[in-house]
C-alpha cells in the first residue's frame, strides 16, 4: 500500500483505511462499488466495502466510513439511524450521522421552501391526520421514507378515492405521506447534478419514473433513459441554494463540504427548476457515466 499517497484522516492522520458502506442489495445493484475500491486501492487508500449491519465489524478501526449503497435502509430506518450514530462517534462518517438523521425524512423539503428554495409544492400528512387533497390535476402519493419510487403511484383527478386509500394505507403502516402535484414537464427530464467535496462535477437527466397512473409497481427503473446533462445557470443556482440550507439546518457538524451530495431537479410549467430532492446518504452518483467522475470522487476522499 502506497499510504504516503493518501489523503488527512482524524488527528492529522494520513486515510489510510476507509470502509464503503454497503448492504445486501447494494452489493447486487450498486455496479460502481467494486470499481471505486479499485479505484481508492491505487491511490493508495485501503479501501473495503462492508455490509453496514455485519456483525461485529469494528469501525473504530478505520479512518473514514462513506456511506455508499445502503440501499434497504429505508425498511429499517431506526436501525441504521442508531448505526450512524455509533459509528460517528468513532470515526469520521460521510455523511456525518446528523446529517444523515435530517435527509433520512423527506420533510426536509418544507425546511427548503421555508428558507427560500424553490421546491416541488409538498404537503406532508402523518398519522393521524386528516387526509385532504388537492382537488384539481395530477398528484404523487409517496412515503416521507423513501428511495427509488417506493410505494409511490401518480394519480389523475378520477383516481382521488385510490390517492387517499394510498395515503390512508401509508398511515396505517406509521409511515407519513406526501403529496406532491405531479410536474407536468417532467417529460423534460429530471435532472441531476452532482457535487464531489463541495464542487459540481457532473450531471445527468433521466426520464419519467411514474409513467402510468393509479398503481405502485415497486419494480420501476429508478433511472430511465439516462444521459448526460449540462445544468444551465438557474438549474446550478438553485442546486448550491438548496445545499447552502445544510450549514443552517443541520449545524457546523454536517461538514464542510460534504464528500458527496446529488441534487434532483424537476422544471416548474415556467421552465424554472425547483428541488425534487437532496440527495445526502446514499445516492446513485453515476460516476462512470461521467468522464473522469470516479477520479475525482476518489481525490475528495483523499484530501478527507
Same mark, same amino acid.
Given at each position: 500500500?502506497? !499510504?504516503?499517497?493518501?489523503?488527512?484522516?482524524?488527528?492529522?492522520?494520513?486515510?489510510?483505511?476507509?470502509?464503503?458502506?454497503?448492504?445486501?442489495?447494494?452489493?447486487?445493484?450498486?455496479?460502481?462499488?467494486?470499481?471505486?475500491?479499485?479505484?481508492?486501492?491505487?491511490?493508495?487508500?485501503?479501501?473495503?466495502?462492508?455490509?453496514?449491519?455485519?456483525?461485529?465489524?469494528?469501525?473504530?478501526?478505520?479512518?473514514?466510513?462513506?456511506?455508499?449503497?445502503? #440501499?434497504?435502509?429505508?425498511?429499517?430506518?431506526?436501525?441504521?439511524?442508531?448505526?450512524?450514530?455509533?459509528?460517528?462517534?468513532?470515526?469520521?462518517l460521510h455523511?456525518?450521522?446528523?446529517? %444523515?438523521? #435530517?435527509?433520512?425524512?423527506?420533510?426536509?423539503?418544507?425546511?427548503?421552501?421555508?428558507?427560500g428554495v424553490?421546491?416541488?409544492?409538498?404537503?406532508?400528512?402523518?398519522?393521524?391526520?386528516?387526509?385532504?387533497?388537492?382537488?384539481? !390535476?395530477?398528484?404523487?402519493?409517496?412515503?416521507?421514507?423513501?428511495?427509488?419510487?417506493?410505494?409511490?403511484?401518480?394519480?389523475?383527478?378520477?383516481?382521488?378515492?385510490?390517492?387517499?386509500?394510498?395515503?390512508?394505507?401509508?398511515?396505517?403502516?406509521?409511515?407519513?405521506?406526501? %403529496?406532491?402535484?405531479?410536474?407536468?414537464?417532467?417529460?423534460?427530464?429530471?435532472?441531476?447534478?452532482?457535487?464531489?467535496?463541495?464542487?459540481?462535477?457532473?450531471?445527468?437527466?433521466?426520464?419519467?419514473?411514474?409513467?402510468?397512473?393509479?398503481?405502485?409497481?415497486?419494480?420501476? %427503473?429508478?433511472?430511465?433513459?439516462?444521459?448526460v446533462h449540462?445544468?444551465?445557470?438557474?438549474?446550478?443556482?438553485?442546486?448550491?441554494?438548496?445545499?447552502?440550507?445544510?450549514?443552517?439546518?443541520? !449545524?457546523?457538524?454536517?461538514?464542510?463540504?460534504?464528500?458527496?451530495?446529488?441534487?434532483?431537479?424537476?422544471?416548474?410549467?415556467?421552465?424554472?427548476?425547483?428541488?425534487?430532492?437532496?440527495?445526502?446518504?446514499?445516492?446513485?452518483?453515476?460516476?462512470?457515466?461521467?468522464? !473522469?467522475?470516479?477520479?475525482?470522487? %476518489?481525490?475528495?476522499?483523499?484530501?478527507?
Amino acid at each position: 500500500m502506497v !499510504g504516503a499517497r493518501a489523503g488527512s484522516g482524524p488527528h492529522g492522520r494520513p486515510v489510510r483505511r476507509v470502509a464503503l458502506a454497503t448492504d445486501g442489495f447494494g452489493r447486487e445493484q450498486d455496479a460502481e462499488l467494486p470499481l471505486l475500491v479499485a479505484a481508492l486501492r491505487e491511490r493508495g487508500i485501503d479501501a473495503a466495502a462492508v455490509g453496514w449491519d455485519e456483525a461485529g465489524y469494528d469501525w473504530s478501526a478505520q479512518d473514514a466510513v462513506i456511506i455508499r449503497s445502503t #440501499w434497504e435502509y429505508t425498511g429499517r430506518l431506526a436501525e441504521f439511524l442508531a448505526w450512524a450514530d455509533r459509528v460517528g462517534a468513532v470515526t469520521a462518517l460521510h455523511s456525518p450521522a446528523r446529517v %444523515v438523521r #435530517w435527509n433520512s425524512d423527506k420533510t426536509y423539503l418544507a425546511e427548503l421552501a421555508a428558507r427560500g428554495v424553490p421546491t416541488v409544492p409538498t404537503r406532508f400528512i402523518a398519522p393521524g391526520e386528516d387526509v385532504r387533497l388537492p382537488e384539481r !390535476g395530477e398528484i404523487v402519493v409517496k412515503p416521507s421514507v423513501s428511495a427509488g419510487a417506493r410505494n409511490s403511484a401518480r394519480y389523475t383527478e378520477e383516481q382521488r378515492d385510490a390517492a387517499e386509500a394510498h395515503v390512508r394505507l401509508l398511515q396505517g403502516s406509521g409511515e407519513t405521506a406526501m %403529496v406532491q402535484p405531479y410536474m407536468e414537464r417532467i417529460v423534460d427530464g429530471e435532472r441531476a447534478l452532482v457535487f464531489l467535496g463541495g464542487e459540481f462535477s457532473h450531471a445527468m437527466r433521466k426520464g419519467p419514473v411514474l409513467t402510468d397512473t393509479g398503481r405502485v409497481d415497486n419494480e420501476r %427503473v429508478p433511472h430511465p433513459d439516462l444521459v448526460v446533462h449540462v445544468p444551465d445557470e438557474a438549474e446550478r443556482a438553485v442546486a448550491e441554494a438548496a445545499l447552502a440550507v445544510l450549514g443552517t439546518a443541520v !449545524g457546523p457538524a454536517a461538514g464542510n463540504p460534504l464528500l458527496y451530495a446529488r441534487v434532483d431537479l424537476a422544471l416548474a410549467g415556467d421552465g424554472s427548476p425547483v428541488v425534487m430532492e437532496l440527495e445526502l446518504i446514499e445516492p446513485n452518483l453515476f460516476l462512470t457515466t461521467a468522464e !473522469g467522475a470516479v477520479q475525482r470522487f %476518489v481525490e475528495a476522499v483523499a484530501r478527507l
